[in-house]
């Protein structure tokens, strides 16, 4: 199922825990910092936490994809 929302790099981590709260176990799990770091983009955490930002976007849109809100 497509998503409404069109996730690029240039979200907010806060952005993205904002419309998807369960991120936050994502983010968690590719040592993206949800606290202090929330208002990185998705570039600029991905580049600190040296994860690539296609594996990490990817991820995160299947994610969004599970979520009825998404839809």
């Known amino acids: 199922m497509q998503t409404n929302l069109t996730l690029d790099a240039s979200w907010t981590i806060n952005e993205t825990i904002a419309q ?12 993206i910092d949800t606290c202090c770091g929330g208002d990185e983009t998705i570039e600029a955490a991905a580049r600190n936490s040296e994860t ?14 599970q979520w009825p809100e998404a839809r």
């Not at 690539?52 to 990817?58: H, R, S």
């Open 20 to 31: 998807f709260p369960e991120s936050i176990t994502l983010f968690n799990a590719f040592g």
């Open 52 to 65: 690539e930002l296609d594996a990490l976007l990817g991820r995160l849109r299947e994610f969004m994809e």
